[in-house]
C-alpha cells in the first residue's frame, strides 16, 4: 500500500485491497510459514471503546507473526480518566510500539491520531465513520465465497450507525458489484455515504423491504441494530427485531447465497440459519486473523524500509 | 487423556489423573526444558467471572511451554455486552485460538461451549459446578506432600457452593482416600455429589466439627465461605467466621497434616499458621503452573495428531 | 545493584544510578542487540491503581528482552475483591513471575510485599509515596538533555502529593544539582521529604512564583495538579489553573531550557509548547523502556546469580 496509515476503507485502491487479500490468502494457505516474519514487533492496543472480535483478532495476527502486544487496557484503568487528550495518549504509545491500532467513540480520532505520530495508525473503528481492517475481511471473505466480480450484494439492518457498512460499501465501489441497501427508513445510509457512492459510480439501489431483491442476492450482509448508537430508546424498540432472517426467509433465496454478518449478532439472524450453508458469519470472522496479518505485514513492513 | 475437553473432574480416570501428575512432576523437575514445547500456540482466555490464579496460571504455564494468550477481557469491554450468546463468543474465539479456557457463572456453560468449537475447551470454573484444573492441582499437591493412598482428607467450610470441592471430592474416589467433610447444616455437600460419591463407593463421612476429626488428618482442605454465592445476606452472616483455624487449632493436628486452601482466603487461616510446616496452600497455588502446563500439553498435543 | 527489591529511590547510591543509566545508554543505542538478553521471563504486573505509561512500558520493556508478562488485571476483576489480603496476592504471583511490579494505593505497599516474596519487587507507585523507576527515567531524560552535575532544576506543581517529585528530589542530592521548588504554600514539599533533603546537604530553595527563578534553569519539571490526591475539592479548585506553562511564559527561559513532565498533562502545558525544543515529556515517557530494560535487566540478573 502507498499508504503509512489505514484510517478509511476510501484511501484503498483496488491494487491496496488486492494486493492485502493475495497476502492474506498465502498467509491462510500456509500460516506456519509466517510465524518469524516480524519477530519482536510490538503493536499497541488503544480500545477507548469495548471490542472482542476486532481486539483479539489484531491480537492474535501479530502473534501468530511472531511480534507481541502492549495493550492500554480499558478506559477507567488509564491515564484518559485522569483528563489525558488522545493526541498525547497516542504519542505517548508510540514510543513503546511499532505500530498502533486504535477504536475510539469520536468519528475522525483516527484521522486526528495519525497527524500526530510516526508509527502506522490502523484505525480499528471511530465512531460512527469508519472501520476499514473489518471492510478488508468482508471483501475477503465475499471473494473466496463468491467472487468480487459481477456481484450482487444485499446490505441490510442498521445503515445509518453501522460503520463496517459505511466502509464496505465504499470499498465495494473498487468492482463490479451492484449493491442493494435494506433498511427502515429512520436507518438509511447517511446522505454523505450515498454522496460519496454516487460520486464514484456506483450501482446503488435502496429497499424498505428484503423479499423482493432477496432471490437476485450472492451474498446478504446483516447488520445488528446497534442499540448503543441510538440517542432515543424508544426510535431503538420500533426498529429492533424487524429485518430478522431465519431458515424460512431463506427457502426464497439462491442456494449459493452467503449470509454475512460482522457480529456479534442479537437475534438478526436465528441460529438455526448456523447450520445451513448459507452461514458464513463465524468464518467471516476467523478471517479476521490471516487478513489483519496481512496488513500488518504490509504496514510493518513499509516501516521497516523507511 | 482420551477426552479432547477438560470440562468435569468426573470424566477423567485414575489413570487420566496419573498421566497429568506425572507430566507435571517432570516439567517440574526441569521446567526449562519444556519452553518450546508448544511453540506459537495461542490459548483464548474467556472469563466471564473475576479471576487472579487461575487466569494468570494458566496464562503464565502456556508462556512456559512457548505460546502465548489471547484474552477476551472483561465482560464490560467484550460483545457479551451487546447481548451475544456464549455459543457465538466461543465459535468467534475459536478462530483466533488453539484452545480455550472459559470460566462462566453458569453451571454447565462450558459443557454447552464444547459441543459449539472444535478446539480444545477447558472448564476453568462453571458456576456453583467444576473446576477440573484446580482438582489437578489439589491432587499434584496432596501426592507431592502426603501420597494419594491411604489417605484422610478433611475437607471444610463452604462444601455447597464450592465447586472446587465438589471436583475434588469426585476425582479422590479414584485413590484410596477417607473423606472427610466438615461443615455446617446449612452448607452441606449438595444431595448430587453426596450421590455420586455414595455410587463410586467412596468412603465419605459428614460431621459438623473438626475437633473430634482432626487428629486423623493427613490433609485439611479449607475452603472460603463464598459471600458471592449465597441468594441470602444472613444466610452469610450465620456462618461466616466459623470453622476458621488458628496455631491453636493445630495443636490437636498430627505434625505432617498439609493444611490447604484453593485461595483467596479471607479469614478462614490465621496468618500465623503461614509460618507452620503445615501451611501447604501457596506451593499449592504455584503448583498451578506446573499442573496446568501438563494438562496444556496434554490437550494440544491430541489437537495436533487430529 | 546491592539490592533485591527497588522500593525506594532513596535505596539508590550514585553508582547503583549510573549503572542503570549507562545500560540504558547501551540498550537505547542498539535495542535489537538486547532481544533475547532475558527470553521466557515472566514479569507480574500487579496494579491496583489505574496506569497506562509505567504498566505498558514495564510490559514493553520485558517484550523487548525477549520475556513476557503476566497480568493481574483490575482490581475489579480479581481475588482483591473477595477481600484477599496484599500479602496473600503477591506470595500467590510470586509463584508465576521471575519479578513483580506493583502498583497499590497504600504507601509502603510495595515495602511490606517485598518482605513476603523471594522474586525482585518493583515499586511502581505506593500511594503518596515513591515511584523510583520513574525517578530513573527522569535522570536518563535529564542526563542526555543536559546532564547530571551543575544543573538548576525547577520543580513545579503539586509538591505536596506528587511522588514522583519525592523521589526525583532525593535521588538528586546524589548529583550537584541546585533544586527549586515552586508550589502554592497548600501544596509545599511535605515536612517528611524537605528534612530529608536538608539531611542530605541538598541544595533547595522554596518558591511560590516561576517568574523570578525560570531565567537560571536548566531544567523544568511540571507536574500535575492531581484532583484524586485531594480529600476536598474545593481545595483542588482553588489551585488547578495555576502555575500553567506557555510559550509565553517560556520566552524569560534559558534557550536550552528542558522542559519535563511525567504526564499525564491537563492543561499544565499548553500543547503550543509542544512544538518547540524546550518540549522533553515525551522523549521522557519513551524513556521508559529503555530505562526500564536496564532496571529489569539488573534485577532478573541478580535473580540468575542467587
Redesign the interface.
Known amino acids: 500500500m502507498r499508504q503509512d496509515h489505514l484510517i478509511s476503507a476510501t484511501q484503498l485502491s483496488r491494487a491496496d485491497i488486492e494486493a492485502v487479500l493475495d497476502r492474506a490468502a498465502e498467509i491462510d494457505a500456509d500460516p ?1 510459514a509466517w ?1 518469524d516474519a516480524h519477530g ?1 514487533a ?1 503493536l ?1 492496543l488503544c ?1 477507548f471503546e ?4 476486532t ?3 489484531f ?2 495476527a501479530i ?2 507473526l511472531g511480534g ?1 502486544t ?5 478506559v ?10 488522545l ?3 497516542v ?3 508510540e ?3 511499532d505500530a498502533l491500532v486504535l477504536r475510539h467513540p469520536s468519528e475522525g480520532a483516527a484521522k486526528m491520531a495519525a497527524e500526530f505520530v510516526d508509527v502506522p495508525v490502523i484505525n480499528a473503528g471511530d465512531g460512527a465513520g469508519q472501520h476499514p481492517s473489518q471492510t478488508l475481511l468482508d471483501l475477503y471473505t465475499i471473494r473466496e465465497n463468491v467472487g468480487l466480480d459481477d456481484l450482487s450484494i444485499g446490505i441490510m439492518g442498521d445503515l445509518k450507525y453501522g460503520r463496517t457498512v459505511h466502509s464496505l460499501a465504499e470499498a465495494l465501489t473498487n468492482f463490479d458489484v451492484r449493491q442493494h441497501f435494506i433498511s427502515p427508513e429512520s436507518l438509511r445510509l447517511p446522505r454523505g455515504v450515498r454522496f460519496d457512492l454516487h460520486q464514484s459510480g456506483a450501482q446503488v439501489r435502496e429497499h424498505t423491504e428484503l423479499e423482493g431483491v432477496l432471490p437476485d442476492l450472492d451474498v446478504l450482509y446483516v447488520t ?1 441494530i ?3 448508537r441510538f440517542p432515543d430508546e424508544n426510535e431503538y424498540e420500533k426498529v429492533a427485531g424487524e429485518y430478522q432472517i431465519d431458515t424460512k426467509t431463506l427457502e426464497a433465496a439462491a442456494d449459493d447465497l452467503a449470509v454475512m454478518h460482522p ?4 437475534d438478526e439472524i436465528d ?1 438455526a440459519v448456523d447450520g445451513t450453508d448459507h452461514a458464513t458469519y ?1 468464518e467471516q ?2 478471517n ?2 490471516p487478513v489483519r496479518m496481512a496488513l500488518l505485514d504490509y504496514l510493518l513492513s513499509e516501516e521497516v524500509d523507511q
Chains 1, 2, 3 share one sequence.
Open positions: 506456519a510465524g519482536r510490538v499497541g480500545f469495548p471490542s472482542t472480535r481486539k483479539m483478532s491480537d492474535t502473534k501468530r507481541t502492549t495493550d492500554m487496557g480499558s477507567d484503568s488509564s491515564s484518559v480518566k485522569k483528563g489525558e487528550s493526541a498525547d495518549t504519542r505517548v504509545v514510543g513503546y510500539a445488528r446497534q442499540r448503543e457480529l456479534p449478532r442479537v441460529p463465524f470472522a476467523h479476521g486473523v
